[in-house]
């Protein structure tokens, strides 16, 4: 479990450096991964850290997204750590129960940072997710199973999410960011 925190802090610091712009949130993310033992857990009643994936398809140009049951809007796929401190294994994971797909590779390096609040609802209060987004890539079959999380799941062009005013700004991020590492 050390080395796993171990080796996310080294990962933030490169993170930092690759995205100089967003060195400020590189940096909240390493003072609260060292804030408390217990970060990757649930119970961390402040917040936690939670694994997401950037999935795309085997030629790039598609992600496949989550119309999320608890929250309605059109999502990456991912979840709660649960004390798991192997962020990128959380991602793959999280990747393989909610769509079915097998044969997925993660990036071990972080893609994306995103802090969000998550309002208060049925006895749990409100609280932070510290994201960390993985790319994954399908490399198999991209015929998906749509899991009890989801309303639905859908393959998306990156490049639509990234010129989507309505889209979540942190998928538009995130395509953004894909369609420039691309070129």
Do not use: N
Not at 77 to 97: C, P
Not at 138 to 158: I, M, Q, Y
């Amino acid at each position: 479990m050390h080395e796993h925190r171990q080796a996310f802090s080294a990962h933030l610091t490169a993170y930092a450096e690759a995205h100089p712009d967003e060195g400020e949130v590189a940096a909240g993310f390493g003072e609260f991964l060292r804030s408390a033992p217990t970060v990757f857990e649930r119970a961390h009643a402040a917040g936690h850290f939670t694994g997401s994936a950037w999935l795309v398809s085997a030629d790039g140009a598609r992600v496949l997204l989550t119309h999320h049951r608890k929250l309605g809007r059109w999502l990456q796929l991912g979840g709660h750590a649960d004390g798991d401190t192997d962020l990128a294994g959380v991602a793959l994971r999280e990747a393989e129960e909610e769509s079915g797909l097998v044969e997925l590779v993660v990036e071990p390096q972080p893609f994306d940072l995103d802090c969000h609040w998550i309002p208060a609802r049925a006895g749990e209060p409100g609280h932070w997710h510290y994201d960390v987004r993985y790319v994954v890539r399908a490399t198999g079959s991209e015929d998906f199973a749509v899991s009890e999380e989801s309303l639905a799941l859908a393959w998306k062009p990156v490049a639509e999410i990234a010129a989507d005013p309505a889209a979540d700004e942190s998928l538009r991020r995130m395509a953004r960011k894909w369609l420039r590492r691309l070129g």
